[in-house]
Each structure stands twice: as structure tokens, then as C-alpha cells.
């Protein structure tokens, strides 16, 4: 017999999560399918730990999702009892008069955002462990912080299932066919019915949804992960090395404190990051981590971390979705009016996953959120195609021609 569900939420990693774990507690019949194993190592929502940051310069929605989002993995932390985010505090680095440090500048006044600004000898004493040149400043934001992104999405499924919901791990959708009524959901286990599907498959989002042509392409990125050179592991632990986001000139990367005794973990941002483009997002699963992908990583951590030693100690094959705009895609596409479609994260989506849970969880129910993702809309694209514009979002944000540049995360 094919059950029926309010919300079906297809794909568990942690947009999913969030939005199965809302749903559930809005009082919904719902049922959480994924191909895999809640927290499992194959999407985009792995590694060991995230950046959690409020002092953003994406655009101002992001700062409001941001904020969403403490309020709710606080309330997940309560619910689970599990540890997940660490707010041992960020710092942004910048030239004086970037357009990074001026937009991050620009967020804190909107948002209220509490920061300080470092410079000088005063912030080479307190943060030595990185090399800082004279036309650097650096904003010091107490509330970011590190997340544990296999932990939340376990924590956010459990909370999901502590609500009602139903959780099908190792059932994979095959197709979504909206006939009116609602969804019908095939997987390889079986059939289910949903009034509203939240499709919440990463990189796989697109593939499911091939009658809207969605220009989310999978990127790859590959993380690294740097030890301290001898006597060094309590200067890049959480208590004295803050997670950092750095964007001066050429120098444009971002780092995580050692959480886990594996290292502190480094990244590049900017023309300079190693991305790629995947055909297929499978295959990430089998294309190791190269030389090409960590040299330069390696190269970045030389010249600005000399508390580490230069070589990769182990490094991590990730990805995301991208959209030609580099902004996310939540809503709800007018060709499909029974699917909230959550995808193209691009490298900064974690910190705002409760958040966007929230929103599609609304929007699956009531047909409206009241978070600010308008400018998310999935119908963007087609709406530049039409007019032969670029996609312009509403942020004030990136052009982008017909196919979408390589762009560094920027978590
Ligand atoms: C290198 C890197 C570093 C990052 N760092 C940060 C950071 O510091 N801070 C930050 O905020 N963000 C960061 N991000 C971004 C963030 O991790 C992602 O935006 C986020 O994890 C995306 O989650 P998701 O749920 O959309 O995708 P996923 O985690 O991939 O989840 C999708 C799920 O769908 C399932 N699925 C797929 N197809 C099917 C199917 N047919 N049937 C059933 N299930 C299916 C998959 O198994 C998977 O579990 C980073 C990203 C990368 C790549």
C-alpha cells in the first residue's frame, strides 16, 4: 500500500535534516528518505567541522539566516545533548580597505553584529600564529565558531524522528512525479505519496527535477588538513586560534582550529582555489584527493600560517552545488507547486542550514516562510533566460554569463 505524508523530505544531509526536523515538529506526517546513512561521508555535509560566522559579506539575508540559525542549533544542542557548535570566536582578515573588511563592516552595522577590529601590534600579539602584513586589519567576531557537521545532521534526524517523523535510510529516489493531488515518490524500496516533496538533494538536486533544467553544477573542493609544527597544538587549538576568513589581495583562504587532533584545517577562497566542475557527482567518490588540488593549499599555509607545517597531513575529497549568481536556490518553482526545492549551498551553506530548514519547512506547509530567502527564488533563472538578461538576485549581487565561473568557497 503507498503511504501518504504531508512532506516528503528527499535527501538527509543537513538542509534536509533541518527541514524534516521542522517539519515534524510543526506537527506534520513526514518521512525522511536518503540514500544513504544519516551523516555518511558521500555528499557535501562531512569533514569533521564547519565555520560558523554572523559577520558575513554574501549579502544581508545571509546575516538574518545566520542569526536564525544560532537560535536553532542551540535549540538542537538542547534537544540531542550533543556538542555542536563551538563559538570560540572568528576573525575576518582583510586589507584595511577591502571590499571584504568595508561589506563585513557594512553587515555588523545592519545587523548589529558585536566585533572588534584588531590592527597593528595589537593584533599580531594576540594572533602570532598568523603572518600579518601592515595593510591588514582583522575583524574579531566572538560569536563564530566551529560546528560539527556529521553530529548536527545525526542530531537533526533524531530530533526528526523524536517528533514523529519517518526515517528511511538507504532508500534512493528514482523519480518525483507531481500529478495534481501531490508527489509521488519512487524510490528503489518503494512507492510513497506527499502533499509537498522538499528536495534537499545536494549535488543530486538537479538530476531529480530534469524537466526544470536547474543550473546547479557540482563543484569539487577538497579539504586539507595541516599539523602544528612541534609545541604548537595549544596555539591551534578552538581556546586560542579562532576560526579565520582571509581576503587580502591574493591571499584568500580560510581556516579551522584544530577540533579533533587531526589539524588545523585550511582552505582556499578566490581565483586561486583548485576547484572543479564535476560531470557527475559520483564521481567525487572516486577521484582521490591530487597533488594539483593541495599545493596550493599547501603554498597558502607557507606564507601566512607559520605555526604549521606546509605539508598535508590528510586530505578530503568534498562538494557543493553552484548557481550561476553564487547565491543559494529555496522556493518553490512555478512549474512545480508540490516542491520546495533547497540547492546550490556554493561552499557557505552549513551555518545557515537551520535556517533554510525552517524556511522550507514553512513553505512545504503554508506555502510561505517568513525567512528572507525571496531572493532565492529557483525561477530566477528561467526569468534571465527569458529576458536574455544574467541572473541578477536581488542582493545587490554577482553577474554571471551562461555558464558559471569557478568560484573559491567562501565558508
Ligand atoms: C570544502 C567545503 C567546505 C565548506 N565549508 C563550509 C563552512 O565552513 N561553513 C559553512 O557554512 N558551509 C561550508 N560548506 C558548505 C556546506 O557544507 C554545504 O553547503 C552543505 O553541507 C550542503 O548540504 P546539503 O544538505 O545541501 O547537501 P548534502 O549534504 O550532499 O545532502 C544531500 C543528501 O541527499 C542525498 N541524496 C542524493 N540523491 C538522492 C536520491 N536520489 N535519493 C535519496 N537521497 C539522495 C545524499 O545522500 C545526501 O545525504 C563547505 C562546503 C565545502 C564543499
Known amino acids: 500500500m503507498v503511504r501518504r505524508y504531508d512532506v516528503a523530505v528527499v535527501g538527509l544531509g543537513v538542509m534536509g535534516a533541518m527541514a524534516a526536523w521542522q517539519a515534524a515538529r510543526q506537527g506534520a506526517s513526514v518521512i525522511g528518505l536518503d540514500r544513504f546513512a544519516p551523516g555518511h561521508g558521500l555528499g557535501s555535509s562531512h569533514g569533521g567541522s564547519r565555520i560558523f560566522r554572523m559577520l558575513l559579506f554574501e549579502g544581508a539575508p545571509y546575516v538574518s539566516l545566520a542569526r536564525t540559525s544560532l537560535g536553532l542549533f542551540r535549540q538542537l544542542e538542547a534537544t540531542s545533548g550533543a556538542g555542536l557548535l563551538d ?39 594576540r594572533f602570532p600564529q598568523h603572518t600579518l602584513d601592515e595593510d591588514e586589519l582583522a575583524l574579531y567576531e566572538p560569536t563564530a565558531g566551529v560546528i560539527r557537521p ?29 500529478d495534481g493531488q501531490g508527489t509521488v515518490i519512487t524510490t528503489d524500496t518503494g512507492v510513497h505519496r506527499a502533499r509537498t516533496v522538499i528536495l ?48 587580502s589581495g591574493d591571499r584568500q583562504g580560510w581556516g579551522i582550529p584544530d577540533v579533533d587532533g587531526l589539524g588545523v584545517k585550511v582552505g582556499l577562497s578566490g ?35 607559520p605555526g604549521l607545517l606546509p605539508a598535508v597531513a590528510s586530505a578530503q575529497a568534498c562538494m557543493d552545488g553552484r548557481t550561476p549568481d553564487g547565491h543559494f536556490v529555496v522556493g518553490i518553482p512555478a512549474r512545480r507547486p508540490g516542491t520546495v526545492v533547497c540547492g546550490g549551498f556554493a561552499g557557505h551553506g552549513f551555518k545557515h542550514a537551520p535556517a533554510i530548514g525552517l524556511a522550507a519547512a514553512q513553505l ?8 528572507p530567502v525571496g531572493a532565492f527564488s529557483p525561477d530566477r533563472f ?23 565561473r569557478s568560484r573559491g568557497v567562501h565558508p
Not at 89 to 116: C, M, Q, S, V
Not at 364 to 371: I, K, P
Not at 382 to 404: N, T, Y
Open 200 to 247: 534537499a538533494a545536494g549535488c543530486w538536486t538537479a538530476g531529480l527535477l530534469p524537466d526544470l533544467a536547474l543550473p546547479l553544477r557540482p563543484q569539487r573542493s577538497v579539504l586539507t588538513w595541516f599539523r602544528p609544527a612541534a609545541g604548537g597544538a595549544r596555539a591551534h587549538g578552538p581556546a586560542r586560534f579562532p576560526v579565520f576568513v582571509r581576503r
Open 382 to 404: 528561467e526569468r534571465s533566460e527569458r529576458s536574455g538578461r544574467p541572473v541578477r538576485s536581488d542582493l545587490g549581487g554577482r553577474r554571471a554569463g551562461p555558464a558559471p
Open 271 to 305: 581565483p586561486a582555489s583548485p576547484k572543479r566542475w564535476l560531470d557527475r557527482p559520483e564521481d567525487n567518490w572516486t577521484t582521490p584527493p591530487a597533488e594539483a588540488e593541495t599545493a596550493p593549499v599547501a603554498a597558502f599555509v607557507r606564507r601566512t600560517l
Open 150 to 178: 556529521e553530529a548536527a545532521v545525526r542530531a537533526a534526524v533524531a530530533a526528526a524522528a523524536t517528533c514523529g517523523a519517518r526515517i528511511e535510510p538507504g532508500a534512493r529516489c528514482l523519480a518525483l512525479d507531481e
Open 87 to 125: 563559538q570560540c570566536g572568528g576573525l575576518l582578515i582583510g586589507t584595511r580597505d577591502g571590499p571584504a573588511i568595508a561589506a563585513a563592516r557594512a553587515a555588523a552595522r545592519l545587523g548589529g553584529i558585536d566585533h572588534r577590529v584588531l590592527e597593528g601590534d595589537a593584533l599580531r600579539a
Open 364 to 371: 512545504a506547509l503554508e506555502g510561505a516562510t517568513e525567512m
